[in-house]
């Protein structure tokens, strides 16, 4: 797993070095009003980390995650958010996405730049079929940002999620390689675009 670069973030991998600074982002209160966040003690919480995998690529499975880190002059300064992708023993071709910012960074666009890059990666260094994500209905912001970046809403799942300890329905998004690779091409320099 490596670090990522946008042209206003740094997604970190999260290590054993660095899990203390994901674990404190992880218990603001603000980012539990969307999604169901375990509340682990650090203990725990760096012992699941130390068993994560260290290197994505094909065929490996596992939970990846990227602390969110702005690049100055970009404000807000510092670690502002996270991004995951988890590949299951069970369902290898498929990659889900997780996600979620402080308060004061939403709304400026970081969200988009953190799935896209996370997306390119997981299709550039993995065998997925398909990267998947999924929003509660009401989460209109993180509907946007699963459509900026080309996942589409392909349909509700009734009870699909825990938040706050509640059932909540919960609508699927995906995008398959197939449409990665299509858009990458159409978004290449004229140059630059390779033939199939």
Known sequence: MRRLRTERLELIPVRIENARGLWRLLGKPDL???QDIPRVRLEEFERQVRSRPLV???????R??????SIP???PIGEIGWVSLRIHERTRELGELGYSLVAEARGCGYATEAVRAVVDEAFRSTALDEVQACTMEG???S???LARVGLR???LLRSGAIVRGRPVDVLLHTVHRGEWTRRQRADAPAGRRTSA
């Open 56 to 62: 994505l690529e094909p065929d490996t499975v596992g």
């Open 153 to 155: 809403e392909v349909r």
């Open 32 to 34: 539990r009003t969307w």
């Open 139 to 141: 989460n209109a912001s």
């Open 73 to 75: 002059p970009h404000r």
């Open 64 to 69: 990846y995650e990227w602390i969110l880190r």
């Open 143 to 145: 509907r946007s940002v």
